[in-house]
């Protein structure tokens, strides 16, 4: 079969991310597991709700007690970044039919809008390679989640391998990865400070949201030329 | 029972943030400082988590094994240019500075 070249695109420049978003959901189906989820509970999580930091926050929330709507609410902060990414894509979007763009909104993650405004602010218009990346990033992960929370009860005591760091090494990584300018570097610093200090201080997942939303404010506040 | 209806909502919550904007069409240009805000914002919330899950760990306050494997994926990603070798390493770096006793 021969796809595409944009699609064709996706896939070798998007590999590396593929590949970690399915050690990452293997990682999520193990800790799902372990945190008394079934295998259709974990994969359920992963098709529901598609969010990697959201679908960990549930998992801790869900085994420290929470109620649905506390579930709800930590959910919708966490995943408020989504909103301003679905924004900066629209303008891309503006060939799309409404229910085009309902498809293309469910595979919208951190990853897909990565990639998909990486490969649209090259120039590109055609949607094939965001499509293409957002299906692989989804099969990936559903997939990968099923794998985990399948072998994954046999893991004794994972936090020996470091595999419950992955999803923190991976943001990490994307920070890293993505910082291209010194502003970047620096709304990153006080963004993961300012969330380490409230999390210290006893913030729960508020801390990502309060640190998130105030931390390109200092930015703009102390730098008025280009970013 | 209770977690799917959490997860249920959980997911109308998640899909509400991606297909909102999307359908939902705003009028007029959007001032520069927003635009400026609004591209900043993605790289400071991964941040936030990234910083969030360095500091606490599975609600346990980082005995600096984790600062070091964040470290080290902070390294390789930048001389690598390559996630997945960046995740791997700060696994790596933090079940070896665990097992030191971090």
Known sequence: MSLPRPSRAAITEGWPVLLTSAVVGATFGVIARQS?????????????????AAQFAVVGLIKDGATPIEVAVSVLLINLRHALMAASLRPFFTRTSLAQRLGLAYILTDEAFAMGIGWFRRGHRDLSYYVTFGVGLWLCWNVSTIAGALFGAGIDRPERYGVDFAITACFVAIVTLSARHRSDVAVALTAAFVAAALRLAGASTTAVVIAGAVAPIVLLATRRGRV | MSYWLAIGLGGIATYLTRALPLVV???????????RYLDALPIAVIAALAGAGIAVQDSVPTGGAEVGGAALAVAVAAWRKNLLFAVLAGLVGVAALRALGL
């Not at chain 1, 079934?38 to 098709?47: K, P, Q």
């Open chain 1, 36 to 52: 008394g989820a079934s295998v259709l509970e974990a994969s359920g999580s992963s098709l529901i709700i598609f969010a990697g």
């Open chain 2, 25 to 35: 069409s705003l009028r007029g240009e959007m001032p520069d400082i927003l635009r």
